[in-house]
């Protein structure tokens, strides 16, 4: 059989996949969600003239330091009265400016009267004054659509004055492991056993790169419960975890490649072994049972997949020089676990790109992605980062 190239694979993944539809929800409630509609500002901000201290509100040009009377208070929230001639006004943080007033002498610079201040410093026109508008004006894009909502942003919605966003809807993501040996953490193992790692990562997986998990099975090597397993996911894309290679008990493999579903090498190192198609109309990425192979699997296929529904444009990678370099596998595409220090990239595991060694993938923050063409990564060299988080 021959084997695809990974560009080929995930070319293959983006075709099974197309963008969700859209929908409105709170603002508090889109943190992370994807941006279907740009964001416009519905009020001028500041939406009027406001003080950036505490202080005294005085018109600049009406006389210098000294003693002043105060003719009036003006808190945040409350509509001040112009400024008497003569006199200054107090004024705090965000309160809008009295008529007659274009200047705030800071609380620093006098000594805090309440009917009549000592005023050290005299200030110039504008000082200490935020202008109606010079954050924001009516109309002002503020927000371009697509992109992935980050905690700043609801922040400059919030300040537009949009109480709700339209955002893609969240893909719902099915998983399936399969495995008559694995047990669930907090298991007494017996020979034979491992813990499962891949019933907690997917979905941890599918939450942080922006879909919700549909439901997780974990079903033993029999094609009738993973069958079973996989009708009763209402998903938009569903996703396996073991029996994917050339084994006597390879069931996913064995139970779905019979339908339609595509099984085959792929050129990259861990996770060569990789199904891909159709189930019931529903998108299928079928991974190898090894818990790296799994993570790769999902960052390399199932992420463009995800960002493709949820209409976001590729993150891409970003370069980083390497400090310490490894060997890489003849003829396959390697993603090495890397952690960063000094700016450099180093091994994040002793192993290499091996892919049973999860406990040792938590030291990584990124998976340095090598070209298949390439036999050794020297100390010095590029090499494109893929992130492990958004």
């Known amino acids: 059989m021959s084997v695809r190239s990974v560009d080929d694979h995930v070319a293959q993944a983006m075709a099974l996949v197309e963008p969700l539809g859209v929908e409105r929800v709170p603002l508090a409630s889109a943190l992370g969600r994807s941006l279907a509609e740009p964001i416009a500002a519905l009020y001028d901000a500041p939406p009027f003239r406001t003080t950036s201290m505490d202080g005294y509100a005085v018109a600049s040009g009406s006389g ?12 945040a929230g409350i509509a001040p009265p112009p400024l008497a001639p003569g006199t200054v006004a107090r004024v705090m943080t965000g309160a809008p400016m009295p008529d007659g007033a274009d200047a705030v002498v800071p609380v620093e610079d006098t000594d805090r009267g309440v009917d009549r201040v000592e005023i050290r410093r005299w200030p110039s026109a504008g000082a200490f004054v935020r202008q109606a508008g010079e954050d924001l004006r009516t109309g002002d894009v503020v927000l371009d659509a ?17 109480p709700d966003v339209s955002v893609v809807r969240r893909p719902r993501i099915g998983v399936v492991v399969t495995g008559d040996e694995i047990r669930p953490p907090g298991s007494v193992l017996e020979p034979g056993e491992i813990f499962d790692a891949s019933s907690t990562t997917l979905p941890a997986l599918i939450e942080e790169w922006g879909g919700v998990c549909a439901g997780v099975r974990v079903v033993g090597d029999s094609e009738a419960d ?70 790769v699997t999902f960052l390399v296929v199932v992420r463009p997949m995800l960002r493709e529904m949820l209409r976001l444009p590729d993150s891409g990678m970003r370069a980083a020089v390497v400090g310490e370099g490894w060997r890489c596998p003849p003829g396959r595409a390697q993603a090495m676990p890397v952690r960063f220090e000094g700016g450099l990239a180093f091994p994040a595991t002793t192993g290499g790109s091996a892919s049973h060694l999860i406990g040792s993938l938590s030291r990584a923050e990124a998976f340095a992605m090598v070209d298949a063409d390439t036999e050794e990564v020297r100390a010095g060299d ?7 988080s958004p």
């Open 146 to 162: 697509p992109r992935r909502l980050r905690a700043v942003d609801l922040s400059a919605a919030a300040t537009a004055g949009a």
């Open 64 to 75: 210098g330091a000294g003693a002043w009377d105060v003719s009036a208070d003006g808190p």
């Open 382 to 388: 590029t090499v494109g980062i893929m992130r492990l």
């Open 226 to 295: 993973l069958v079973a397993a996989l009708d009763s996911l209402d998903a938009d894309l569903l996703i396996t975890a073991g029996g994917v290679s050339a084994g006597a008990y390879d069931v996913v493999k064995t139970a779905l490649a019979p339908e339609g579903v595509w099984f085959g090498p792929v050129a990259m190192q861990p996770g060569k072994p990789q199904g891909l198609g159709m189930w019931r109309g529903v998108p299928i990425v079928c991974a190898p049972g090894n818990p790296v192979s799994v993570v």
